[in-house]
Structure formats: structure tokens, C-alpha cells
């Protein structure tokens, strides 16, 4: 990267990050507001929310997401969304652009940051990776999320992909969710997110449109949780060959 570069991706930095702070005081009421309610309704006060808050920091960035296979999702079902994850773009961006309220599983420990935590709480299932009765009690409360007739988004590669392969193994938990909750899956993809905030350089930004490709939902009705591993790895392999394809 030449210098010339350099320092325009950390002027740009800086100019998003502080225009994401000012169009966030868009969401930060509704999401108080939201905090009020229990789901499903919070979720639909949430998502449309979120979807105007992007809706105006994005352009304001020079950044546009274009959407494909939005039609795998079926009117008057739910699913359970996986979602490759390569840069902190990611939730910012796939919640919003999910059809129909979703909740994501998170991070307690973002609650912590001022005012973004009370947005972050709003539409999330939190979690202490740390504590077991914590992850229990995430996993039924993703149980009760889906059978409200809301979407899961999840993130099977657990954290950012910081190597050079498409896609990171993915662990177990979508799956499980899934097949517990007896609900399709449906992969989404995300391109060009690590183009637009990468891991390094650090405090470095460019500008890049993103696309969110959607594959055919994956019937689980035929997978239990002895099959969970089977499940995963064909997860994992649409989704990779697809990114291969598709890059």
C-alpha cells in the first residue's frame, strides 16, 4: 500500500467512525424505547430502526450494500441465518439487511460501551462465552427467539477470519439450534466487509461496496443432533464454494 493511500484509509477512518457515533443517536431512542417492550415486538421496533440508521450512515460513508436471493426467504417462515464473518462490518450490516426481525447472538461485554451498548443489548441475544450457565441460557433463549417467528442470526465461524481461507471451521451451535428449534437454514454471505474495515492496518478505512448473497434455505427435517456434524459440513461447503465462485 503506498503512503499516499495510507493516510487517506486513516483520514477515512476517522470520518466514519465519528459520523457513525453522530447518525447513531438515530437508533439510540427507538432502542431505549425498544428495551421497554419483551419480543417479538422489541425485534420489530429494532430492525427497521437499524435498517434507517445504516440507511444513512452507509451513503454517508460512500458505502452501498446490494442484496441477492432475498426470495429464499419464504412469507410466514423463520430461519436460522449463518453468516461468514471477516470484519466488525459484519453485524452492522447483515442485521439490518436480513428480510424480516432477527435477533444476533453477542458479546456481553459490549453492553459496557456507552450508549452503543444500549443499542447493541436491543438486538441481541448476549452472552458470556466465558461462563457455562451463560451459554445455557443463550441457547433457550435462541430456542424462544425462533419460536416467536423471528430469524436467528448467527455467525457459525465464532469469531473474524483473519486467515487467507474463505471460510474458518465452524462450530456447532447454529447447527444444534437449528435442529432443536426445528427450523431451515439459510446461509448469507457477505462481500468486500474485510476490503472495507480490515484487521490491519489499525484505524484504517476504505470505502467498497458490499454485497449480501443469500443461498437456498437447507432443509433440516432430515438431521437430528447425531447428524449435527453432517449438517455443518454441508453449511460449510455451500457456503465456501460459493465464495470461491462468486469473489
Known amino acids: 500500500m503506498n503512503i499516499f493511500k495510507r493516510v487517506l484509509g486513516h483520514l477515512y477512518f476517522i470520518y466514519a467512525l465519528i459520523l457513525f457515533l453522530a447518525t447513531m443517536l438515530v437508533a439510540l431512542i427507538p432502542a431505549l424505547i425498544a428495551l421497554l417492550f419483551s419480543e417479538p415486538q422489541r425485534a ?22 446490494e442484496r441477492k436471493g432475498t426470495h429464499h ?13 471477516n470484519s466488525l462490518m459484519d453485524i452492522p450490516v447483515s442485521m439490518p439487511w436480513i428480510p424480516g426481525p432477527n435477533k444476533t447472538l453477542a458479546k456481553v461485554e459490549m453492553t459496557k460501551i456507552p450508549l452503543f451498548g444500549v443499542i447493541y443489548r436491543a438486538g441481541s441475544v448476549l452472552v458470556n462465552r466465558k461462563d457455562s450457565l451463560s451459554k445455557q441460557k443463550s441457547a433457550k433463549e435462541m430456542q424462544e427467539v425462533l419460536a416467536l417467528g423471528l430469524h436467528m442470526t448467527l455467525y457459525p465461524e465464532g469469531t473474524r477470519n483473519k486467515s487467507k481461507e474463505p471460510l474458518q471451521n465452524f462450530h456447532n451451535g447454529a447447527f444444534i439450534t437449528a435442529i432443536l428449534a426445528k427450523k431451515d437454514i439459510i446461509p448469507g454471505i457477505l462481500f468486500h466487509t474485510k476490503d472495507i474495515l480490515p484487521i490491519a492496518p489499525k484505524l484504517w478505512a476504505w470505502p467498497h461496496k458490499i454485497r449480501f448473497e443469500f443461498l437456498p434455505a437447507i432443509d433440516i427435517s432430515n438431521y437430528d443432533i447425531s447428524k449435527k456434524n453432517d449438517l455443518k459440513r454441508k453449511a460449510f461447503e455451500m457456503m465456501k464454494n460459493y465464495i470461491i465462485e462468486n469473489k
Open 73 to 85: 426467504f419464504k412469507k410466514g417462515k423463520n430461519y436460522v441465518v449463518i453468516v461468514n464473518h
Open 44 to 65: 420489530k421496533i429494532i430492525h427497521p430502526t437499524y435498517r434507517i440508521w445504516m440507511s444513512i450512515f452507509l451513503p454517508l460513508v460512500f458505502i452501498r450494500v
